[in-house]
């Protein structure tokens, strides 16, 4: 039964802040994207000086920011318009399912510790913050969100640099949040730890080999994508904890309840 309703609710969780952050992107993050392709679609990089893994053409799922945009040329890709925008949005919703199963059930087991109420859509939007911090605040500070054509370094570097950075910060904000003594001092070491070893990158920015007429507009897009992006991911994360905490107080407690002994 409880298990039951934390996959419900996270289910509707992450349905409505899918559907919610596409929205967002369809206004800010897609314009920048679609600009960017133009730029990518008009010349043919250079080949950089790193490993051909690196070139712009091998495009990701970025794991740190969740841009739906990244395919490769060889494999199939949405239509652009109305097929690529139902997709996005599909992709949106199943992501943020999965971290609102992640949300719903640590809620449920904080206040299950706890032993009292302490669920709400306000207690939420505190636990969507935290969740912000470790899966896009944290490693955007050492690998920005990317422009499709952005040349970058090889993916598994990029992904265990992005793993260390998540898990150091949750771990690092677990210990700051609910521990008490000298060993609280650790999360301050662990959140720093993913900076002390470095994030991978390639040498000569994220454009290079572009004529440099396009690597400067180029440029120019990837501050407002970067605010774009963010923006996105806020909202995505607020939405998620605020309405995860509202789902675990109206429908997760009563059963909750139910597995508490009487005395």
């Known amino acids: 039964m409880l298990f039951r309703r934390i996959v419900l609710c996270a289910l509707l969780v992450g349905a409505l802040a899918g559907l919610l952050v596409s929205a967002v992107q369809h206004w800010q993050?897609?314009?920048?994207?679609a600009a960017a392709e133009v730029?990518?679609?008009?010349?043919?990089?250079?080949?950089?000086?790193?490993?051909?893994?690196?070139?712009?053409?091998?495009?990701?799922?970025d794991l740190a920011h969740g841009?739906?945009?990244?395919?490769?040329?060889?494999?199939?890709?949405?239509?652009?318009?109305?097929?690529?925008?139902?997709?996005?949005?599909?992709?949106?919703?199943?992501?943020a399912?999965?971290?609102?199963?992640?949300?719903?059930?640590?809620?449920?087991?904080?206040?299950?510790?706890?032993?009292r109420p302490l669920a709400s859509?306000?207690?939420?939007?505190?636990?969507?913050?935290?969740?912000?911090?470790?899966?896009?605040?944290?490693?955007?500070?050492?690998?920005?969100p990317e422009l499709p054509g952005s040349v970058a370094a090889?993916?598994?570097?990029?992904?265990?640099?992005?793993?260390?950075?998540?898990a150091s910060g949750a771990a690092g904000l677990g210990l700051l949040a609910f521990v008490r003594g000298p060993l609280r001092l650790l999360g301050l070491a662990l959140i720093a730890l993913p900076f002390a070893v470095g994030a991978p990158h390639l040498?000569?920015?994220?454009?290079?080999?572009?004529?440099?007429?396009?690597?400067?507009?180029?440029e120019a897009l990837?501050?407002?994508?970067?605010?774009?992006?963010?923006?996105?991911?806020?909202?995505?994360?607020?939405?998620l904890g605020g309405l995860s905490g509202w789902a675990v107080a109206r429908w997760v407690r009563p059963a909750l309840a139910d597995l508490t002994p009487t005395l």
């Open 121 to 144: 859509a306000r207690t939420g939007l505190v636990w969507g913050a935290a969740g912000w911090i470790c899966v896009f605040g944290l490693p955007t500070l050492g690998l920005p």
């Open 154 to 166: 090889p993916l598994g570097d990029r992904q265990a640099w992005w793993l260390l950075a998540a």
């Open 97 to 115: 399912i999965g971290f609102g199963l992640v949300l719903v059930a640590a809620i449920t087991t904080w206040e299950h510790l706890r032993g």
């Open 67 to 95: 841009d739906a945009h990244a395919h490769d040329a060889a494999e199939w890709a949405p239509e652009d318009g109305t097929e690529r925008h139902v997709w996005t949005a599909i992709a949106n919703v199943l992501n």
């Open 29 to 33: 993050a897609i314009p920048l994207i």
């Open 222 to 239: 990837a501050g407002p994508f970067a605010l774009a992006t963010t923006l996105a991911t806020a909202v995505q994360w607020l939405a």
């Open 39 to 61: 730029f990518e679609g008009s010349t043919e990089p250079a080949e950089p000086t790193a490993p051909l893994a690196a070139t712009a053409h091998d495009h990701d799922h």
């Open 203 to 218: 040498a000569g920015g994220p454009f290079a080999g572009y004529d440099i007429g396009i690597a400067r507009q180029m």
